[in-house]
């Protein structure tokens, strides 16, 4: 398919550097297949780049620098020429693509161009149309049953203060509901001492992973290098399940690790009471993603609502790697047939924005509990609106479903080829993972991939994870699988 040249362009059609195409994602122009050009990647002029940033700031994480004016779907430029099929997007948060024409379209409307650059402190002065705006493009996702919603920036501010929103419905409810504070509350809070500042904890599960701000990076335990010199509080951290696969040849033993770990959560609740220190919520992944794509089964999600309703602990699930539609469903607990809705879903990354959908009684009755100067971005929801009127015209969780199957098929039977070097091929949607007999041998193809024109990336100690577009077709995933079979032969 080639680009047509335009001078006049009619609103069908979206711009790139003086080219147009047709507003149907199926006639986008992305390349054919991968292209590598340079004998290592990252290639010399990333290399240079890198150099130079090195100069101002820390630049250690930096793989390659990216050309976002040339790379198109599902297709990753560089800097040095290299067209890579992107099975990572981001670290999952490319829901379309790169340089989808819907989204280039949005900002050509100049009441949404205005939107954009005057980019309001949204705690005091919103804009006329925010009201609107929630309900009709966030509220249209919302999980079923949580018509409360906080916005926020990232990932770890939006467990950060739902973090915060916890903690002070647990404390309202001891309190009593319409319980004012006290003066020793008022006094003691101010020097960060009880009762105003009271010992709660939130309980997290090791390999979890839910940000870098500093309460979220006390639920966090995937990697030490996250951790490390930081002051942290004494929460309780419980076992997750550690599955055996394939699955359907081990559930005595998983049912087994679902009880295991769920009798340790009640566990170490009854210990962080006696403590002092109790437990206001439970917060995890419905997969446990940098910590290496840890699955539990819905047994284990419900189980965890149960022991939460019991114990009047709050039961969060974030959501925010795996919201968006990559599971195949916009939220992946929909799996879970919990009995009712959690108490707070977190949501980031492929939703352009953040924040935490909640019950009614999880919102603060006193403005500036739960505040920042931005409180999210109404650019970014002008964005998420026409991410969703794609998903749903285009069918993308169908979409999302039928590639994920071949390509987490194709896992499955190069598992079976090379098992001495593949194992516990996983996930849902084409939010998926498979395990390498080591770190090192991980690593290795995960580097070999990039040289195939495939940029993936891993988690946990031993897996490669796959975090495609939701515009991922069976024909992305098929030159997936070739390049897989062309490193395994390798290796």
Not at 22 to 31: F, I, V
Not at 62 to 80: C, W
Not at 179 to 207: R, T
Request: with cysteine; hydrophobic share 35%.
């Amino acid at each position: 398919m080639r680009f047509l040249q335009a001078t006049v362009i009619s609103r069908q059609y979206a711009i790139i550097k003086g080219l147009a195409y047709p507003r149907n994602y199926a006639t986008l122009a992305e390349p054919s297949a991968p292209a590598v050009k340079t004998r290592n990647i990252p290639g010399p002029k990333s290399l240079e780049l890198k150099n130079k940033l090195s100069a101002i700031q820390n630049a250690e994480t930096i793989q390659l620098f990216v050309d976002y004016e040339k790379s198109i779907g599902n297709y990753l430029v560089d800097v040095d020429g290299n067209v890579l099929l992107d099975v990572f997007t981001q670290i999952s948060s490319v829901p379309l693509g790169y340089n989808h024409p819907r989204l280039l379209n949005v900002f050509q409307n100049e009441n949404n161009l205005k939107t954009l650059i005057n980019r309001p402190a949204l705690g005091v002065f919103p804009g006329k149309e925010w009201p609107d705006c929630l309900y009709t493009i966030l509220n249209k996702i919302a999980p079923t049953g949580l018509s409360n919603l906080t916005t926020m920036m990232c990932g770890s501010c939006s467990n950060e203060n739902a973090y915060k929103n916890i903690f002070i419905w647990y404390r309202r409810n001891q309190r009593g509901e319409n319980v004012d504070f006290n003066e020793v509350e008022l006094q003691s809070c101010m020097i960060n001492q009880p009762p105003g500042a009271p010992q709660l904890s939130i309980l997290s599960f090791h390999g979890a992973f839910h940000g870098r701000t500093l309460a979220a990076l006390a639920t966090t335990h995937s990697k030490y290098i996250h951790k490390i010199d930081i002051p942290s509080f004494d929460w309780p951290i419980a076992s997750f399940p550690k599955y055996q696969y394939p699955l359907a040849e081990n559930e005595r033993h998983n049912k087994s690790e679902d009880q295991r770990c769920l009798v340790e959560v009640e566990e170490l609740i009854e210990k962080y009471n006696k403590k002092g220190i109790p437990v206001a919520g439970i917060v995890v992944e419905p997969i446990q993603s940098e910590g290496g794509d840890n699955e539990a089964s819905p047994e284990f999600f419900q189980g965890l609502q149960k022991i939460g309703k019991q114990r009047g602990v709050a039961l969060l699930i974030d959501e925010v790697q795996t919201g968006g539609g990559s599971t195949g469903k916009i939220w992946c607990h929909e799996y879970f047939n919990l009995n009712g809705p959690p108490d707070v879903v977190t949501f980031s990354k492929k939703l352009q924005l953040g924040g935490y959908f909640h019950k009614e009684e999880f919102k603060p009755k006193q403005g500036y509990r739960v505040f920042n100067t931005w409180m999210g971005d109404p650019g970014k929801l002008l964005l998420l609106q026409e991410i969703i009127n794609v998903i749903q015209e285009e069918n993308l969780l169908k979409n999302v479903n039928k590639a994920g199957k071949v390509l987490k098929d194709g896992l499955l039977a190069l598992e079976k080829e090379y098992s001495h070097l593949l194992n516990s091929t996983r996930g849902r949607g084409t939010f998926l993972a498979v395990n390498c007999q080591n770190s090192k041998a991980r690593d290795d193809l995960v580097g070999r991939l990039k040289l195939k024109g495939i940029q993936t990336g891993g988690c946990g100690e031993l897996s490669i994870r796959f975090r495609p577009a939701l515009t991922f077709q069976e024909k992305h995933a098929n030159i997936v699988l070739d390049g897989f079979r062309s490193v395994l032969k390798e290796l």
